[in-house]
């Protein structure tokens, strides 16, 4: 009797949580599924079943199809700077002798990371813009004129420039996370490394990088995830132009549905997003059990 009643006690807390999650996060998206089989017009209210028609729309149209490589174009970016770039910058941080100038360190990486997006996209958009930008007049003044652009106007360089803007805006936040998980690392296995004659790129590799990989999975599933459904640098910087050229599922989910009013189609949209960040949480979340399993 005492074992069921603490379990009953246990459900009386599990079950407000289910029931919260259940209602503001699995019912939206099973109502997002069905909104998605319909021809919704939101501001007449006029509703017509199609089945899978929005999703075959979908794969015949050329600006998902360019939205959703852009996804991929800011996750594999995304991957190579606030995560890898992010351990290897954690790891020289952690490696200064003097703990004053780690902490100064610490701080100046992190300050972008407490700009908001709105705010960062505001300012990279002044810094890019052709006449007046920084960027521009940097350029010239160390005699690579040529190199000058408008760099959001143009097809070619829109979508780099709002990527190099989100890396800078999001690689102190990972960098301070890795240098926490290095801090965890004892002391004493360094020591001995040091001792053995190990060099310090060696002790990056054969020490820091295997003891901080359950960080690195957590920080590749959130940078991935987050690639996916990135929205307001976009809409803050180019709206997705110039000719779509810089649209993501983010941002033209919001056009389909808000400015085209076609709301049946940006359900089918949202799906795709949560089907995409989902397979790659449940992919990440199954190579880090067989590690742990391994080790």
Known sequence: MRTIG??????????????????????????????????????SGSQEYVGFANYTKLVEDPVFWRSLGNNVLYAAVSIVFQVFGALVLAALIEGVRSERWQRVLRAIYFIPSAISLTVAGLLFYFIYEPDLGLLNHLLQAVGLGGLSHSWLGEESTAMPAIVAMSQWQGFGYSTLLFAVAIQRIPREIYQAAALDGTGPVRRFFHVTVPLVREMTGVMSMVTISGAFQVFNEVMVMTSGGPDNSTQVLGTWLYRSGFVRNDFGYAAAIATVIFVITLGIAVAQLWVARRRRVAW
């Open 6 to 43: 603490k379990r009953a006690l246990g459900l009386a807390w599990v079950v407000p949580a289910l029931v919260l999650v259940g209602v503001f996060v699995y019912f939206p998206l099973a109502e997002n599924l069905g909104f998605s089989t319909l021809k919704w017009d939101i501001y």
